[in-house]
């Protein structure tokens, strides 16, 4: 190749190394031929690239809220929105992805499944870095024994202690939690001019003494038990525990959700909704990914030794990051009865730097 020509496609791309990792077992001498074998290596190997992409986005956001000062004026907040969009299409592409792998059968699949006893995407260090990088401690997942065997199925000890001490980082919940923790949206020196609509009687900020009277009005008989979630979830003074929002954080995150339609508040909004999205869509390959299994190899257990379907069942339930956020849907009022926002504060936080 001639030297000053620039970049070559292949060698820029690295295809050589790319292209010649596929290496299905069945084709070794002594073994017989799976032709889907070559398949199922492609489909994780795009998966793992496409992981790859997720960390990195998801590194970036990292980065930017484990500021001291995340300022709502600098390109850092917009970059973090945009990004995690990146992060929510290929989370969507992946959901698709899966269906390849239906023009599969459970007896093609057997006639290689054996070879690769005991790895399985249980393993994928990746997978469990994006979940570690988000927010999902080892402590609190389905059948947690699992991520702990040294036996077969298991991390080899490198993969373990890279989950591990990704772990003792602080996650994107975490940082989030802070971020919205610190929203000054409720300083008293905003609400000077605010009515109360409703008596406070009450310690309570007058809005949240306002938005709880109009939150019960909007329940029917049978929601009322409703009103003591609502207690719980905003009502106390408690700091954030490492799977949950605290509910300092919670209010300023509702506060966001009604308030969406103020351009203040639009890009703290989306960033909120673009983290739902993740989980929703990572949900949404969970049950995919559970689905085919069940079809490609009924109850049996899974190459890397859990129950198999059982285990992913349970994960499909237990892993969500960012629950916190999606059920504050359950605590929403019509837009016409939200209290109206004093005008000192739209103006203020409009510079604000939070
Ligand atoms: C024939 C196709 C597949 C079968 C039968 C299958 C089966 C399983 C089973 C049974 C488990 C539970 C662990 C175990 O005991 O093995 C598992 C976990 C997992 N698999 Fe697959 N899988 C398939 C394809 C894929 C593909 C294409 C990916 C893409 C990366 C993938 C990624 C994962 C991940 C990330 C987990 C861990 C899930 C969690 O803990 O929530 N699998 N798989």
Redesign the pocket.
Known sequence: MNPNAGQYYSTYLGLEQILNSQQPLSFKEGNTPAHDEML?IV??QA??LW?KQILFELDFVRKVFSKEVVDDNSEDLNLCRHRLNRVVKILELLNQQ?TI?DT?TPLD?LEFRNLLTPA???Q?LQ?RLVEATLGLKMENRHHKDYYKRTNE?GFDPQDYNSIHSLESEPTILQLINRWLERMPFFDSRYWNSYQPAFQNETTTHPFWSDYRALYKASLTERELPKLDDFDAAFMRENAAQVDTLSDAARRSALFIMMYRDFPVFQLSFQILDKLIEVDHWLAGW?HK?LV??RR??GMR?????????G??DG?VQQ?YVFRDLSSLSTFLIERKKMPVLPKELIRSLGFAGV
């Open positions: 199922f489909i994780h998966y793992e992981f899966i792998l599969m699949f399985s995407g249980f994928s997978f199925g969970r990914h085919m299994v490609m190899i257990v899974g190459t890397g030794n859990t129950s198999g379907a285990y992913l994960a892993h």
